[in-house]
């Protein structure tokens, strides 16, 4: 394959699975249900986020049917991804040598970068405590979390929360029992949690314990770990969101009373 010299050939190409992981969170859609979703394995859709399994052509149909994103555009990113590994693996040990001045002071500038930039710390080690979740990170900083801010694992045993993974590129963790998946950044964001006394969802679900956050949720067509943030008080809701929320709930109500 012969490398075109105006297109400059990266150090790393990237696989297609890191736009599908981007695009699967600015949804709030979760890897397990997703993957219910398109009717795969959820190991098997984990495998291609982490950039272990290609894009084949079945799969770019089920993510256009899903996302609305055109197989030929999932099919493209696959192509430049294999492209750019030929390309690389072909790059001549003298261009290397030319580079390696270059790629050296880039090494440094990068370095430099990260010691004054947290989100370029890689996650290392993982525990909780009181209900609360640590991370130790590459650069030996410690952040912690409380569990209310991820309900899933509020909801999780001990044994449960135990299986983690920590992801390709150390920026995240994935629960694959539980679907719940983390993002470095989170452990960024300021807590500033509801109070009880301003926390309207919460007085009502306290009110009604009977009412089952899975289902309000789905009867609203949002995740429903975040609907459960709500509720903790992690979270404040939109106007327009507190709005769709108590509209479900009235529905339901007259739902009921028509029984």
Same mark, same amino acid.
């Given at each position: 394959?012969?490398?075109?010299?105006?297109? *400059?050939? *990266?150090?790393?190409?990237?696989?297609?699975?890191?736009?599908?992981?981007?695009?699967?969170? %600015?949804?709030?859609?979760?890897?397990?249900? #997703?993957?219910?979703?398109?009717?795969?394995?959820?190991?098997?859709?984990?495998?291609?986020?982490?950039?272990? @399994?290609?894009?084949?052509?079945?799969?770019?149909?089920?993510? $256009?049917?899903?996302?609305?994103? *055109?197989?030929?555009?999932?099919?493209?990113?696959? =192509?430049? !991804?294999? !492209?750019?590994?030929?390309?690389?693996?072909?790059?001549?040990?003298?261009?290397?040598?030319?580079?390696?001045?270059?790629?050296?002071? %880039?090494?440094?500038?990068?370095?430099? &970068?990260?010691?004054?930039?947290?989100?370029?710390?890689?996650?290392?080690?993982?525990?909780?405590?009181?209900? @609360?979740?640590?991370? @130790?990170?590459?650069? $030996?900083?410690? &952040?912690?979390?409380?569990?209310?801010?991820?309900?899933?694992?509020?909801?999780?045993?001990?044994?449960?929360?135990?299986? &983690?993974?920590?992801?390709?590129?150390?920026?995240?963790? =994935?629960?694959?029992?539980?679907?719940?998946?983390?993002?470095?950044?989170? #452990? !960024?964001?300021?807590?500033?949690?509801?109070?009880?006394?301003?926390?309207?969802?919460?007085?009502?679900?306290?009110?009604?314990?009977?009412?089952?956050?899975?289902?309000?949720?789905?009867?609203?067509?949002?995740?429903?770990?975040?609907?459960?943030? &709500?509720? !903790?008080?992690?979270?404040?809701?939109?106007?327009?969101?507190?709005? $769709?929320?108590?509209?479900?709930?009235?529905?339901?109500?007259? $739902?009921?009373?028509?029984?």
């Amino acid at each position: 394959m012969a490398i075109n010299k105006n297109n *400059p050939v *990266p150090f790393k190409a990237v696989h297609p699975g890191y736009g599908l992981r981007e695009e699967l969170k %600015a949804r709030g859609l979760k890897q397990r249900e #997703f993957a219910k979703m398109i009717g795969v394995q959820p190991s098997h859709l984990n495998e291609l986020i982490q950039g272990k @399994r290609d894009i084949s052509n079945a799969i770019a149909s089920k993510l $256009e049917s899903s996302l609305g994103i *055109p197989a030929t555009s999932w099919l493209n990113l696959q =192509y430049m !991804y294999e !492209y750019q590994n030929k390309a690389i693996a072909q790059r001549s040990a003298k261009e290397q040598e030319a580079k390696s001045e270059t790629m050296a002071k %880039a090494i440094d500038s990068l370095r430099a &970068y990260q010691s004054g930039n947290p989100k370029m710390e890689k996650i290392i080690k993982v525990w909780f405590r009181n209900d @609360r979740i640590f991370i @130790r990170t590459s650069k $030996e900083n410690i &952040y912690s979390r409380s569990l209310k801010a991820f309900p899933l694992l509020m909801d999780a045993t001990p044994s449960q929360r135990a299986r &983690y993974e920590i992801g390709l590129e150390g920026d995240d963790l =994935y629960w694959e029992e539980i679907d719940e998946d983390i993002h470095i950044s989170s #452990f !960024y964001e300021k807590e500033e949690l509801v109070s009880d006394d301003e926390n309207e969802i919460a007085k009502v679900f306290k009110r009604f314990p009977q009412l089952n956050v899975s289902e309000v949720a789905r009867s609203m067509g949002i995740n429903k770990s975040l609907l459960a943030r &709500y509720i !903790y008080g992690v979270k404040r809701p939109s106007e327009k969101r507190k709005k $769709e929320i108590f509209n479900a709930l009235r529905k339901l109500g007259k $739902e009921l009373a028509k029984l």
